[in-house]
């Protein structure tokens, strides 16, 4: 008979979300109902410019390619151009994934990660960094203990500019040393730039831009995903560009693996990524909810904290996470434990700008 083997579930945390349920059931039971500020997804309708590209693509009967259509790839590099300043990346050196959290959790693995190797993470940080490196089997440090490695050579770095919880964006300065600190180690930077169209009070900058990388991308990646400046959470549309060699074996290993997007997935993602007006909307809704939810959690005595851009708001009352959680849950109102995204997140709370605005209007009447 064979031998039973360890669920792999065995290796990961609990699922941060599944402890919620308490202050979900309390925040859901005011009577004007609840506000739920606690997970980033998306809630205003796609636009239809891009639900037209998918309606179009419908009828695609064959297998999807793993690499991309030309056009996909082709739409990719040019926003990357118009929107951040990113130059000299060829078409090769995009690849489309099935949702960024995908790519994230499953990259160490892809790419050979396993026991005898340490991916470094964000102190405070997207708990899926976290994950891709135990589901490979690797060590995991938080990069402020990177010192401790001694002459050991990190396999993987992710960074997060701007942050998810935080909201903090990294400097130019501050990403070139990351850079050159990992080029001098053979370590692979993967920088998580979902939020980086969505800047409020700092300006964030691609580890692909030229004053970071040099013009040279050679281990780098830059993960984008077009959930949340185009609305396409439910779409699981997102893609990975940079260095053209780790971009060519993310392909091959996913080709073996059947990781595809669906054809009219990728025509709906060359509609969003060629089209800036309604990036440019979307991202104008934010920044007005944002102003009116800022304005409140101060006035309520909230200090906030980074939060220069993104999708949420970082924000403390100097008490246990929980604590804070319970007293706004008592006013109908869900967020996010910072607890959830490391140690330092203990006397925080995420609150999340992913709302309509009759139920960011709701919560500010609730924080008065």
Known sequence: MRARRRPVSAALPVFPWDTLAEVTATARAHPGGIVDLSVGTPVDEVAPVIREALAAASGAPGYPTTAGTPAL????VSALRRRYGVTGLAEQSVLPVVGTKELIAWLPTLLGVGADDVVVVPELAYPTYDVG???AGARVIPADSVTQLGPESPAVLFINSPSNPTGKVLGRDHLRK????????????????CYLGLAWEAEPTSVLHDSVSGGD???????????KTSSLAGYRAGF???DPDVVAELLAVRKHAGMMVPTPVQAAMVAAL???AHE???????????????AAMRSADFTVDDSGAGLYLWATRAEPC????SWLAERGILVAPGEFYGARGAQHVRVALTATDERINAAVERLG
């Open 73 to 76: 790839r082709a739409a990719a």
């Open 133 to 135: 490196a135990r589901l």
């Open 178 to 193: 990351v850079v050159e600190w990992a080029r001098e180690r053979g370590t692979l930077v993967v920088s998580d730039e």
């Open 217 to 227: 991308h050679t281990g780098l990646l830059a993960v984008h995903s077009l959930s």
């Open 240 to 242: 990975v560009a940079g």
């Open 274 to 276: 060629d089209d800036d």
């Open 280 to 294: 440019l909307d979307q991202r104008q809704r934010y920044a007005r909810r944002r102003d009116v939810l800022l």
């Open 322 to 325: 929980r604590t804070t959680l």
